[in-house]
C-alpha cells in the first residue's frame, strides 16, 4: 500500500527517525529505479545491486537534499551515477568475461525469440525489447521522458547536462528505437513465414 | 530543428513556442505528409507512453531496509565507543604492572645487590663479522628490495580499490 505522505514528508520523517517512512519512499519509487537500473545493467541481478546501492546512497545522504528539485530527480541523478559507475568497474574487472558472457546473453536472447514466437506478444513487449537493445544512455533518457514523469529539464539536472542538448539526445534516441523495433519486427514476421 | 520529425516531435512534446505550435498545427491539417507523419510518431509515443516497468524481486524493499538497519546498527557501535573507558583500561594495566613490578623490587633482597653474578659456564658470543660476508649481504639486500615492490604493490591495490 503506498503513503498518503508526499515525498518531502516521508523525507522530514525519516530525517527524525523514523525508518519506516525511508521504506515507503522505497516502495513509492523502487519500481522505477529497478527498471533505470535495468537500462544499464540488463540483467535482473546486477540491476537489483545498483538500484539497491542507489537507495541505500541516498538514503546516507538524505540530510543533503536540499529540496531544490524533486525527490525523485535527485534519486535519479544517484541511480545514473552509481550505474555508471558499476558499468566502468565491470568493464575494468571482467572485460574478458564480458564477451563471453554477451555472446552467451545474444544466444539466450535468439533462444528466446524463437521459444516465444508461438505465444501472442504485445507490441509493449516489442518495445520493451528494444529499449533493452539500446544503448544505456538512449534508454535511460527515454525512460525519463516517458516513465519518470521528468521534464526536459528535470533529465537535464540528473544527466548533468544542458535541456537542449537532452532534446536533441531525447530526438536520437527516439530516431534509433524506432529502427530498432522497425527491424525487429521485420525479423520476427521472416521468421514466422 | 529542420526535419518535419523533428519539428513534429517539438510539436507532441510541446517544447515548442505558441507560433511555431500554431504553425505545425496548420500544416498537419492542410499537409499530406505532416499528418501522416503526425499519425505515425503520435502511434509510437503512444506505445512510448504505455511501455510497462520492470518489477523488482518482492523482498527488495526488505533487502534495503535491511541493509541500511545493520549499517546503521554498526554506527553507534564506532561513535559510541567512550574514550575514558579505554584510558580506564589502559591505565588498570599500566598500574597492574607498576604494582607487580614494585613488589618484585621489595621482595627482592637488597643485600645482594652489590654482589656480582658469576656465569656458571663461559660463554663465547658470536662474531658478528664472521657472518656477514658479501654474498649474505648481497642477498639480504635483495630480499629488502622484492619485501619493498610486495609493499609497495599492495598499496598501490588498496590505492586503486578506494578510488574505484
Known amino acids: ?186 525479423h520476427e514476421v521472416s521468421e514466422l513465414i | 530543428m529542420n526535419s518535419i520529425e523533428e519539428k513534429l516531435w517539438n510539436y507532441l512534446d510541446g517544447s515548442c513556442t505558441p507560433q511555431e505550435h500554431e504553425t505545425i498545427s496548420q500544416l498537419i491539417a492542410t499537409d499530406q505528409t505532416y499528418q501522416q507523419k503526425h499519425q505515425e510518431l503520435l502511434a509510437f509515443n503512444q506505445e512510448l507512453e504505455n511501455m510497462e516497468l520492470d518489477a523488482p524481486p518482492m523482498a527488495f524493499t526488505y533487502n534495503v531496509m535491511e541493509a541500511i538497519r545493520t549499517e546503521e546498527a554498526s554506527k553507534p557501535l564506532k561513535a559510541n565507543i567512550d574514550h575514558r573507558i579505554i584510558k580506564a583500561i589502559a591505565a588498570f594495566f599500566i598500574g597492574t604492572i607498576a604494582v607487580l613490578l614494585i613488589l618484585a623490587l621489595a621482595n627482592s633482597h637488597a643485600d645482594n645487590v652489590h654482589e656480582t653474578v658469576q656465569i656458571p659456564v663461559k660463554v663465547q658470543l658470536p662474531t658478528l663479522t664472521n657472518y656477514i660476508s658479501a654474498p649474505v649481504m648481497k642477498g639480504f639486500l635483495f630480499f629488502d628490495v622484492v619485501l619493498a615492490l610486495f609493499l609497495f604493490d599492495g598499496y598501490l591495490r588498496k590505492k586503486h580499490t578506494t578510488v574505484s
Not at chain 1, 112 to 124: H, I
Not at chain 1, 143 to 171: D, R, W
Open chain 1, 1 to 186: 500500500m503506498q503513503s498518503k505522505f508526499s515525498d518531502i514528508e516521508l523525507i522530514e520523517q525519516t530525517l527524525q527517525g523514523n525508518q519506516a517512512a525511508y521504506a515507503d519512499l522505497v516502495k513509492r519509487h523502487q519500481r522505477f529505479v529497478f527498471t533505470l537500473a535495468m537500462r544499464f545493467t540488463k540483467t535482473r541481478e546486477d540491476a537489483e545491486e545498483v538500484a539497491q546501492d542507489s537507495f541505500i546512497k541516498a538514503y546516507r545522504s538524505l540530510q543533503n537534499f536540499q529540496g531544490q528539485s524533486k525527490f525523485s530527480t535527485w534519486l535519479y541523478s544517484i541511480v545514473y551515477t552509481t550505474a555508471m559507475t558499476f558499468l566502468r568497474k565491470r568493464r575494468l574487472d571482467t572485460s574478458s568475461i564480458d564477451d563471453e558472457n554477451n555472446h552467451l546473453q545474444l544466444e539466450n536472447q535468439s533462444g528466446g525469440f524463437k521459444n516465444d514466437l508461438a505465444e501472442n506478444k504485445s507490441r509493449s513487449y516489442y518495445v520493451n525489447q528494444a529499449i533493452e537493445q539500446l544503448l544505456p544512455d538512449d534508454a535511460m533518457i527515454i525512460t525519463l521522458f516517458y516513465k519518470g514523469e521528468q521534464s526536459l529539464e528535470e533529465i537535464a539536472l540528473t544527466l548533468g547536462i544542458e535541456p537542449n542538448n537532452v532534446k536533441v539526445k531525447l530526438f536520437r534516441a527516439r530516431q534509433r528505437l524506432r529502427e530498432r523495433l522497425e527491424r525487429n519486427l521485420k
